[in-house]
Protein backbone atom coordinates (compact mmCIF):
# COMPACT_ATOMS: atom_id res chain seq x y z
CA UNK A 1 0.00 0.00 0.00
CA UNK A 2 1.32 3.13 -1.05
CA UNK A 3 0.24 7.02 0.09
CA UNK A 4 1.71 9.90 -1.53
CA UNK A 5 2.25 12.42 0.85
CA UNK A 6 1.32 15.52 -1.50
CA UNK A 7 -1.37 14.96 -4.49
CA UNK A 8 -0.60 16.18 -8.22
CA UNK A 9 -3.06 14.17 -10.28
CA UNK A 10 -6.70 14.91 -10.17
CA UNK A 11 -9.16 11.87 -10.01
CA UNK A 12 -10.73 10.97 -12.94
CA UNK A 13 -14.75 11.66 -13.05
CA UNK A 14 -16.93 8.67 -12.33
CA UNK A 15 -18.86 8.07 -15.14
CA UNK A 16 -20.23 4.42 -15.49
CA UNK A 17 -22.58 2.99 -17.96
CA UNK A 18 -25.06 2.87 -14.87
CA UNK A 19 -25.09 2.35 -11.14
CA UNK A 20 -26.65 0.12 -8.22
CA UNK A 21 -27.85 1.09 -4.86
CA UNK A 22 -28.34 5.35 -4.60
CA UNK A 23 -25.62 7.58 -5.18
CA UNK A 24 -26.77 10.00 -2.47
CA UNK A 25 -26.13 12.82 -4.97
CA UNK A 26 -22.20 13.17 -6.13
CA UNK A 27 -20.44 9.87 -5.47
CA UNK A 28 -17.18 12.42 -4.42
CA UNK A 29 -18.51 15.38 -2.13
CA UNK A 30 -15.80 17.65 -1.74
CA UNK A 31 -14.19 17.70 1.83
CA UNK A 32 -14.18 13.68 2.44
CA UNK A 33 -12.21 10.88 1.78
CA UNK A 34 -13.40 8.67 -1.20
CA UNK A 35 -12.74 4.71 -0.73
CA UNK A 36 -12.90 3.27 -4.49
CA UNK A 37 -13.34 -0.16 -4.17
CA UNK A 38 -12.80 -1.67 -7.58
CA UNK A 39 -13.91 -5.15 -7.61
CA UNK A 40 -15.94 -8.53 -9.35
CA UNK A 41 -18.92 -10.28 -7.95
CA UNK A 42 -17.22 -13.50 -9.92
CA UNK A 43 -13.64 -12.91 -8.02
CA UNK A 44 -13.45 -14.26 -4.73
CA UNK A 45 -11.05 -11.98 -3.24
CA UNK A 46 -12.81 -9.07 -4.22
CA UNK A 47 -16.45 -10.77 -2.82
CA UNK A 48 -14.71 -12.22 0.12
CA UNK A 49 -13.42 -8.55 1.23
CA UNK A 50 -16.47 -7.21 0.92
CA UNK A 51 -17.75 -7.87 4.48
CA UNK A 52 -14.73 -6.12 6.31
CA UNK A 53 -14.99 -3.10 3.46
CA UNK A 54 -18.75 -2.50 4.60
CA UNK A 55 -17.55 -2.55 8.21
CA UNK A 56 -15.01 0.12 7.37
CA UNK A 57 -17.63 2.35 5.73
CA UNK A 58 -20.40 2.15 8.00
CA UNK A 59 -17.55 2.71 11.19
CA UNK A 60 -15.99 5.73 9.51
CA UNK A 61 -18.77 7.49 7.73
CA UNK A 62 -19.82 9.84 10.37
CA UNK A 63 -15.80 11.55 10.36
CA UNK A 64 -15.44 11.95 6.49
CA UNK A 65 -14.92 8.93 4.64
CA UNK A 66 -17.27 8.08 1.53
CA UNK A 67 -17.26 4.45 0.28
CA UNK A 68 -17.92 4.02 -3.70
CA UNK A 69 -17.88 0.65 -4.96
CA UNK A 70 -16.92 0.29 -8.93
CA UNK A 71 -18.23 -2.79 -10.67
CA UNK A 72 -15.55 -4.21 -13.34
CA UNK A 73 -17.15 -7.81 -15.31
CA UNK A 74 -14.31 -10.41 -14.98
CA UNK A 75 -16.66 -13.03 -16.74
CA UNK A 76 -19.32 -13.18 -19.87
CA UNK A 77 -22.56 -14.05 -16.92
CA UNK A 78 -21.59 -10.52 -14.96
CA UNK A 79 -22.16 -8.10 -18.28
CA UNK A 80 -25.88 -7.81 -17.91
CA UNK A 81 -26.91 -4.96 -15.91
CA UNK A 82 -29.80 -6.12 -14.29
CA UNK A 83 -28.65 -9.18 -13.27
CA UNK A 84 -25.34 -7.10 -11.87
CA UNK A 85 -27.89 -4.86 -9.67
CA UNK A 86 -29.40 -8.21 -8.22
CA UNK A 87 -25.90 -9.79 -7.50
CA UNK A 88 -24.72 -6.69 -5.69
CA UNK A 89 -28.21 -6.60 -4.01
CA UNK A 90 -27.44 -10.27 -3.05
CA UNK A 91 -24.22 -9.53 -1.58
CA UNK A 92 -25.53 -6.84 0.59
CA UNK A 93 -23.27 -3.76 -0.67
CA UNK A 94 -24.75 -0.63 1.37
CA UNK A 95 -23.22 1.89 -0.53
CA UNK A 96 -23.57 3.12 -3.99
CA UNK A 97 -21.82 0.78 -6.93
CA UNK A 98 -20.85 2.41 -10.13
CA UNK A 99 -21.30 -0.20 -12.52
CA UNK A 100 -18.29 -0.02 -15.20
CA UNK A 101 -19.30 -2.76 -17.70
CA UNK A 102 -17.40 -0.65 -20.38
CA UNK A 103 -14.03 -0.38 -18.35
CA UNK A 104 -14.14 3.37 -18.89
CA UNK A 105 -13.41 4.44 -14.60
CA UNK A 106 -10.87 1.37 -14.44
CA UNK A 107 -8.88 2.54 -17.51
CA UNK A 108 -9.28 6.13 -16.22
CA UNK A 109 -7.54 4.89 -13.16
CA UNK A 110 -4.81 3.06 -14.85
CA UNK A 111 -5.48 -0.05 -13.12
CA UNK A 112 -3.76 -3.57 -13.69
CA UNK A 113 -5.68 -6.04 -11.72
CA UNK A 114 -8.72 -6.92 -9.38
CA UNK A 115 -9.99 -6.55 -6.82
CA UNK A 116 -8.16 -2.91 -6.69
CA UNK A 117 -8.47 -0.10 -4.14
CA UNK A 118 -8.22 3.62 -4.94
CA UNK A 119 -7.29 6.76 -2.25
CA UNK A 120 -9.15 10.03 -3.41
CA UNK A 121 -8.53 13.03 -0.41
CA UNK A 122 -10.54 15.76 0.59
CA UNK A 123 -9.08 18.19 -2.14
CA UNK A 124 -9.98 15.57 -5.08
CA UNK A 125 -6.63 14.55 -5.83
CA UNK A 126 -5.63 10.59 -6.08
CA UNK A 127 -3.25 10.02 -2.81
CA UNK A 128 -3.11 6.12 -2.80
CA UNK A 129 -3.69 2.80 -4.21
CA UNK A 130 -3.76 -0.86 -3.92
CA UNK A 131 -4.19 -3.85 -6.41
CA UNK A 132 -4.69 -7.58 -5.50
CA UNK A 133 -6.23 -8.54 -2.71
CA UNK A 134 -4.02 -6.24 -0.77
CA UNK A 135 -3.92 -6.10 3.23
CA UNK A 136 -7.46 -4.12 4.39
CA UNK A 137 -5.59 -3.46 7.46
CA UNK A 138 -3.41 -1.39 6.01
CA UNK A 139 -5.48 0.59 3.55
CA UNK A 140 -7.41 1.75 7.38
CA UNK A 141 -4.38 3.27 7.78
CA UNK A 142 -3.77 5.07 4.87
CA UNK A 143 -7.06 6.42 4.95
CA UNK A 144 -6.95 7.33 8.48
CA UNK A 145 -4.09 9.34 7.92
CA UNK A 146 -5.97 11.18 4.94
CA UNK A 147 -9.11 11.55 7.46
CA UNK A 148 -6.74 13.36 9.82
CA UNK A 149 -5.20 15.74 7.80
CA UNK A 150 -8.10 16.67 6.13
CA UNK A 151 -9.91 18.60 9.33
CA UNK A 152 -7.90 20.11 11.69
CA UNK A 153 -8.78 18.36 15.43
CA UNK A 154 -11.10 16.07 13.85
CA UNK A 155 -10.65 12.76 16.64
CA UNK A 156 -11.45 9.57 14.93
CA UNK A 157 -12.96 6.70 15.83
CA UNK A 158 -10.58 3.48 17.58
CA UNK A 159 -9.07 1.41 13.95
CA UNK A 160 -10.95 -1.88 13.89
CA UNK A 161 -10.23 -5.22 15.33
CA UNK A 162 -7.45 -6.55 12.95
CA UNK A 163 -9.26 -8.32 9.86
CA UNK A 164 -7.91 -12.05 10.89
CA UNK A 165 -8.11 -12.38 6.49
CA UNK A 166 -5.35 -9.58 6.45
CA UNK A 167 -1.28 -9.75 5.67
CA UNK A 168 -0.11 -8.77 9.02
CA UNK A 169 0.96 -11.92 10.33
CA UNK A 170 2.96 -15.00 9.23
CA UNK A 171 0.48 -17.32 6.90
CA UNK A 172 0.25 -20.42 5.22
CA UNK A 173 0.99 -20.53 1.41
CA UNK A 174 -2.16 -22.70 0.14
CA UNK A 175 -2.23 -23.98 -3.20
CA UNK A 176 -2.09 -21.24 -6.26
CA UNK A 177 -5.90 -20.68 -8.00
CA UNK A 178 -6.79 -22.80 -10.73
CA UNK A 179 -8.10 -20.83 -13.63
CA UNK A 180 -10.34 -23.34 -16.51
CA UNK A 181 -10.40 -22.87 -20.77
CA UNK A 182 -7.98 -21.41 -22.78
CA UNK A 183 -6.85 -18.66 -21.27
CA UNK A 184 -6.24 -21.02 -18.02
CA UNK A 185 -3.40 -22.99 -16.71
CA UNK A 186 -3.22 -26.70 -17.45
CA UNK A 187 -5.59 -29.41 -15.87
CA UNK A 188 -5.53 -32.74 -15.98
CA UNK A 189 -5.84 -35.30 -17.65
CA UNK A 190 -2.70 -34.64 -19.93
CA UNK A 191 -5.04 -35.27 -23.03
CA UNK A 192 -7.70 -32.72 -21.58
CA UNK A 193 -4.89 -29.60 -20.43
CA UNK A 194 -5.03 -28.08 -24.17
CA UNK A 195 -7.30 -27.14 -27.11
CA UNK A 196 -9.39 -24.76 -28.75
CA UNK A 197 -11.86 -22.76 -27.55
CA UNK A 198 -15.50 -25.27 -28.36
CA UNK A 199 -13.23 -28.38 -28.46
CA UNK A 200 -14.59 -31.19 -26.46
CA UNK A 201 -13.21 -33.53 -23.84
CA UNK A 202 -14.63 -37.14 -22.43
CA UNK A 203 -12.98 -38.31 -19.83
CA UNK A 204 -14.21 -41.59 -18.67
CA UNK A 205 -12.59 -42.31 -15.00
CA UNK A 206 -10.93 -40.18 -12.65
CA UNK A 207 -7.12 -41.21 -11.94
CA UNK A 208 -6.16 -42.95 -8.53
CA UNK A 209 -2.81 -40.80 -8.18
CA UNK A 210 -3.03 -36.89 -8.48
CA UNK A 211 -0.97 -34.34 -8.26
CA UNK A 212 -1.40 -31.75 -5.45
CA UNK A 213 -2.69 -28.13 -7.47
CA UNK A 214 -4.18 -29.54 -10.68
CA UNK A 215 -7.50 -29.87 -11.43
CA UNK A 216 -8.70 -33.25 -12.92
CA UNK A 217 -12.21 -33.73 -14.84
CA UNK A 218 -14.43 -36.60 -15.67
CA UNK A 219 -17.33 -36.75 -18.13
CA UNK A 220 -17.79 -34.85 -21.21
CA UNK A 221 -16.44 -30.96 -21.31
CA UNK A 222 -16.44 -28.54 -23.90
CA UNK A 223 -13.44 -26.11 -23.39
CA UNK A 224 -14.00 -22.10 -23.17
CA UNK A 225 -11.83 -19.52 -23.36
CA UNK A 226 -12.45 -18.80 -19.60
CA UNK A 227 -14.80 -22.25 -18.63
CA UNK A 228 -15.14 -25.62 -19.42
CA UNK A 229 -18.81 -26.67 -19.57
CA UNK A 230 -20.45 -29.43 -18.45
CA UNK A 231 -22.33 -31.67 -21.42
CA UNK A 232 -23.84 -34.80 -19.66
CA UNK A 233 -25.66 -35.80 -16.86
CA UNK A 234 -22.67 -36.77 -14.70
CA UNK A 235 -19.92 -34.97 -14.86
CA UNK A 236 -16.79 -34.43 -11.92
CA UNK A 237 -13.85 -32.28 -10.75
CA UNK A 238 -11.32 -33.57 -8.39
CA UNK A 239 -8.42 -31.79 -7.24
CA UNK A 240 -5.81 -32.24 -4.57
CA UNK A 241 -5.25 -29.15 -2.50
CA UNK A 242 -3.12 -27.17 0.35
CA UNK A 243 -5.53 -24.98 1.96
CA UNK A 244 -8.24 -24.33 4.31
CA UNK A 245 -10.82 -23.00 2.42
CA UNK A 246 -12.18 -23.11 -1.74
CA UNK A 247 -14.36 -20.75 -2.96
CA UNK A 248 -15.28 -21.69 -6.84
CA UNK A 249 -16.52 -19.67 -9.37
CA UNK A 250 -19.66 -21.36 -11.38
CA UNK A 251 -22.44 -20.50 -13.61
CA UNK A 252 -24.84 -22.00 -15.86
CA UNK A 253 -25.13 -20.36 -19.11
CA UNK A 254 -26.41 -22.96 -20.95
CA UNK A 255 -28.21 -24.90 -18.23
CA UNK A 256 -32.43 -24.41 -18.72
CA UNK A 257 -35.12 -24.80 -15.92
CA UNK A 258 -34.21 -25.94 -12.18
CA UNK A 259 -30.91 -25.05 -10.73
CA UNK A 260 -28.62 -27.56 -10.98
CA UNK A 261 -27.34 -29.38 -8.12
CA UNK A 262 -24.06 -30.64 -7.45
CA UNK A 263 -22.35 -33.21 -4.32
CA UNK A 264 -19.18 -32.41 -2.92
CA UNK A 265 -16.63 -34.46 -1.12
CA UNK A 266 -13.68 -33.85 1.44
CA UNK A 267 -11.76 -36.29 2.38
CA UNK A 268 -13.94 -38.97 0.92
CA UNK A 269 -16.87 -38.21 2.62
CA UNK A 270 -19.35 -35.43 2.94
CA UNK A 271 -17.62 -32.15 4.86
CA UNK A 272 -18.66 -31.65 8.61
CA UNK A 273 -20.05 -29.12 9.84
CA UNK A 274 -17.23 -27.31 10.68
CA UNK A 275 -15.70 -27.43 7.37
CA UNK A 276 -18.98 -27.20 5.22
CA UNK A 277 -18.60 -23.83 2.97
CA UNK A 278 -21.64 -21.45 3.20
CA UNK A 279 -23.36 -22.57 0.30
CA UNK A 280 -23.21 -26.15 1.22
CA UNK A 281 -26.30 -28.21 2.29
CA UNK A 282 -26.24 -30.93 4.15
CA UNK A 283 -28.74 -33.45 2.88
CA UNK A 284 -29.43 -37.16 3.63
CA UNK A 285 -27.46 -38.41 0.91
CA UNK A 286 -24.43 -36.29 1.57
CA UNK A 287 -23.75 -32.49 0.26
CA UNK A 288 -24.07 -30.39 -2.23
CA UNK A 289 -25.21 -26.82 -3.28
CA UNK A 290 -27.37 -25.52 -5.76
CA UNK A 291 -26.02 -23.93 -8.96
CA UNK A 292 -28.64 -21.38 -9.58
CA UNK A 293 -26.53 -18.01 -10.73
CA UNK A 294 -22.97 -16.97 -11.75
CA UNK A 295 -20.93 -16.15 -9.16
CA UNK A 296 -18.66 -17.20 -6.30
CA UNK A 297 -20.05 -20.14 -4.27
CA UNK A 298 -17.99 -20.98 -0.74
CA UNK A 299 -17.62 -24.95 -0.85
CA UNK A 300 -15.03 -25.61 1.95
CA UNK A 301 -14.36 -23.16 4.83
CA UNK A 302 -12.47 -24.82 7.56
CA UNK A 303 -10.58 -24.89 10.86
CA UNK A 304 -7.40 -26.16 9.62
CA UNK A 305 -5.11 -26.05 7.14
CA UNK A 306 -3.74 -29.08 5.38
CA UNK A 307 -3.56 -31.35 2.47
CA UNK A 308 -7.32 -32.41 1.66
CA UNK A 309 -8.85 -34.42 -1.92
CA UNK A 310 -12.26 -32.14 -2.80
CA UNK A 311 -14.53 -33.81 -5.40
CA UNK A 312 -17.19 -32.22 -6.74
CA UNK A 313 -19.65 -33.93 -8.77
CA UNK A 314 -22.16 -31.93 -11.03
CA UNK A 315 -25.46 -33.75 -12.46
CA UNK A 316 -26.57 -31.48 -15.30
CA UNK A 317 -25.32 -30.16 -18.47
CA UNK A 318 -24.82 -26.89 -19.15
CA UNK A 319 -22.61 -26.20 -15.98
CA UNK A 320 -19.54 -23.51 -16.43
CA UNK A 321 -16.43 -24.47 -14.13
CA UNK A 322 -14.25 -20.92 -14.32
CA UNK A 323 -11.90 -20.77 -11.04
CA UNK A 324 -10.87 -23.04 -8.05
CA UNK A 325 -9.54 -20.82 -5.43
CA UNK A 326 -7.68 -21.95 -2.16
CA UNK A 327 -7.85 -19.80 0.97
CA UNK A 328 -5.48 -19.50 3.91
CA UNK A 329 -4.83 -19.22 7.71
CA UNK A 330 -2.69 -17.97 10.36
CA UNK A 331 0.46 -19.67 11.27
CA UNK A 332 -0.63 -20.14 14.97
CA UNK A 333 2.28 -19.35 17.20
CA UNK A 334 4.32 -22.00 19.16
CA UNK A 335 4.21 -22.17 22.91
Not at 99 to 105: K, M, S
Not at 181 to 189: L, M, N, Q, Y
Not at 272 to 287: L, M, N, R
Request: with cysteine; charged share 25%.
Amino acid sequence: MYLLKRGSTTAPAIRPIDWAGETEGAPHPRGRTLLLDFFSYGDPNGVLALPRLRELAEHYRATGLSVVGVHVPAYDFERPLDVARREIWRLGVPYPVALDHGFEVFRAYGLRDLPARVLVDGAGFVRGWQEGSGDLDLLERAFRTLLAEGAAGRVLPEPLADDDRGDGGVRWRPSAQIPFGTRGVAFGPPDARSGREGDEHDVSELPDLRAEGVAYLRGRWVLGKDRVVTKGEACAVAVVYEGASVTAVLSAPEAEGDPVEASLTLDGRPPSPEAKGGDVESTPEGASISIDRGGVYELISSPEFGIHHLDLHIRGSGVAVHLLHFGTMEVPERA
